[in-house]
T-cell receptor, first 119, second 113 residues
């Protein structure tokens, strides 16, 4: 149980285009999902918190108009990188947090990541 | 500011030996800590967690130790295997109770056959 998937796993796009990344919780409902960005040989950097049915909360320095987040259902959050540029190339990882009694305290389940390359 | 850091960027051990990966955290209000393993090109994988009301927790071949006095966390891997080679991150929950995790910088574990 507690599986999180991401799609696509890898995407290459041209500069100026928009790319959508999906994050799904497959066997549980996630009221909260998190989006991270990771550069090579670096740690995970939290970009935003995605809450089902409400606006995402962005971390300081993250452009909300650049990285659009939609958490339309309890099992799906999407991250859209708008007008992508080469500096947006990175590994994007989502995680999902299940709020339900019986689950481990505050545990997050991570997706496999999406490698974005902007040419 | 809040930060979770790791003492060594790379740890190289012989197969079969025990590994100890260290982590220092800065926020004494943090009450939940997690160790993750990340293999190349994949997302983090949960290894073990510990709450602040505990000093030690054991799993299968792994043990996490928490020293709140010096704000130190460690992960011990017994009988390290080649499959343990990965980057290990410690993470602490952000005290704001938003569910956010603060990740450390990561330690690369290399297991020599």
């Amino acid at each position: 149980g507690a599986v999180v998937s991401q799609h696509p796993s890898r995407v290459i796009c041209k500069s100026g285009t928009s790319v959508k990344i999906e994050c799904r919780s497959l066997d549980f409902q996630a009221t909260t999902m998190f989006w991270y960005r990771q550069f090579p040989k670096k740690s995970l950097m939290l970009m935003a918190t995605s809450n089902e049915g409400s606006k995402a909360t962005y971390e300081q320095g993250v452009e909300k108009d650049k990285f659009l987040i939609n958490h339309a259902s309890l099992t799906l959050s999407t991250l859209t990188v708008t007008s992508a540029h080469p500096e947006d190339s990175s590994f994007y990882i989502c995680s999902a947090r299940e709020i339900r009694s019986g689950r481990a305290y505050n545990e997050q389940f991570f997706g496999p990541g999406t490698r974005l390359t902007v040419l | 500011g809040e930060s979770v850091g790791l003492h060594l960027p790379t740890l190289s051990v012989q197969e079969g030996d025990n590994s100890i990966i260290n982590c220092a955290y800065s926020n004494s209000a943090s009450d939940y800590f997690i160790w993750y393993k990340q293999e190349s090109g994949k997302g983090p994988q949960f290894i073990i967690d510990i709450r602040s009301n505990m000093d030690k927790r054991q799993g299968q071949r792994v043990t996490v130790l928490l020293n709140k006095t010096v704000k130190h966390l460690s992960l011990q891997i017994a009988a390290t295997q080649p499959g343990d080679s990965a980057v290990y991150f410690c993470a602490e929950n952000a005290p704001s109770n938003t569910g956010k995790l603060i990740f450390g910088q990561g330690t690369t574990l290399q297991v020599k056959p």
